[in-house]
C-alpha cells in the first residue's frame, strides 16, 4: 500500500452521522460476504485439485534424527510445510519469513485437532537451524532438508547457475529472483498405504495466508502502511530487532476521577 494514498485515506476523513455509517457499513458488507463466498468456492476448486505421487525418497535432518517425508506426518494424514527462507551458512533467518513463522505456534495445536502437522523445513543444517529457533523462542518443529534435492524440486532453491541466468522457475514461471532461497508454503497427503501426495503449494504473496497480522492490519484506516514498491514488507524485522513501539500519549486523569488516586 502506498503511504501517500493511507494517509491520504486518513487526513480529513469524512465523518457522517449514524445513519449514514450503518448504510455504507451495511453496503460494504454485501462486498465482504461476496468474498467470502469466493473464498470458500476457490477453495473448493483447491481440495479438487488433482495430486501428485511424490516418488523420490527425500530424507531430513530433525530434532529426533533422520527422517523420511512420511515419517514427518507424525501419524496425522496431512502435512503443511512453510518453505523458510535459510541458507546454510546463513547468520539468521529471512524475516519476512520470520514474520510468518511468529504466527505459527499459536495455530498449531488447532491445526493438530484437525488432522494437520504443521513444520518448518530450510535448507541449512540443522545446528544452524535451532541455533536461529532457539534465538526467536519457536516452539514449532523445524527440519533440514541439507543436502537434498527437496528445495530445489518445490521451487524455493536456486543453483549459482540459474542465477547468473537471471531466470529460475519460481511461482509455476521462469522469472528473474534476487536470492538463492523464496518463500512457500507446500501441503501433503498420505494415505493409508503410505504414499505421499503433494496436493498444493503456493508462493509469493499466496504466503500471505500465514500472516494473521496483515489480516488485522487490513481492518485498520491506515492499512499495512508499506510504501516501497519493490519490496513492501521492508519494514519488518526480527521481533527481537524492533525499536521500542510508540507509547500513545494520554491526558492526564481529571482530579476525583475513580482512578485519579492511583496514578
Not at 535432518?61 to 527462507?85: C, I, K, Y
Not at 533467518?93 to 484437525?114: F, I, N, P, T
Not at 498444493?200 to 508499506?226: A, Q
Amino acid at each position: 500500500m502506498n503511504t501517500a494514498m493511507a494517509e491520504a485515506g486518513t487526513v480529513d476523513h469524512p465523518v457522517v452521522p449514524m445513519d449514514r455509517w450503518v448504510a455504507e457499513r451495511k453496503a460494504l458488507l454485501a462486498r465482504e460476504k461476496e468474498l467470502t463466498r469466493m473464498h470458500d468456492q476457490v477453495a473448493h476448486e483447491r481440495r479438487a485439485l488433482p495430486w501428485v505421487r511424490i516418488e523420490k525418497e527425500y530424507v531430513f535432518d530433525t530434532p529426533e534424527g533422520w527422517s523420511t517425508l512420511a515419517n514427518l506426518f507424525e501419524g496425522r494424514r496431512q502435512l503443511l510445510v512453510q518453505h523458510f527462507m535459510l541458507g546454510p551458512g546463513w547468520e539468521e533467518g529471512c524475516k519476512s519469513c520470520s514474520y510468518m513463522a511468529d504466527h505459527v505456534d499459536g495455530m498449531k495445536v488447532h491445526l493438530e485437532h484437525r488432522d494437520v502437522t504443521l513444520m518448518a523445513v530450510s535448507r541449512a543444517p540443522l545446528a544452524e537451524i535451532e541455533a536461529f529457533r532457539r534465538r526467536m523462542g519457536w516452539q514449532f518443529k523445524w527440519v533440514s532438508s541439507y543436502g537434498t534435492d527437496f528445495n530445489h524440486d518445490f521451487g524455493v532453491s536456486f543453483t549459482q547457475d540459474e542465477l547468473a541466468r537471471n531466470e529460475v522457475y519460481y511461482n509455476f514461471d521462469m522469472q528473474p529472483f534476487p536470492s538463492e532461497e523464496a518463500p512457500g508454503i507446500s501441503v501433503f497427503y498420505r494415505n493409508e498405504a503410505g504414499e505421499v501426495f503433494r496436493t498444493y503449494s503456493t508462493y509469493g504473496r499466496g504466503v500471505e495466508v500465514m500472516m494473521g497480522t496483515y489480516s488485522l492490519l487490513d481492518l485498520t484506516p491506515r492499512g499495512r502502511i508499506e510504501d516501497n514498491p519493490l519490496y513492501a514488507m521492508d519494514w519488518v524485522r526480527h521481533h527481537d530487532r524492533y525499536e521500542q513501539a510508540p507509547i500513545a500519549k494520554t491526558k492526564p486523569a481529571v482530579l476525583g476521577a475513580c482512578c485519579s488516586s492511583h496514578v
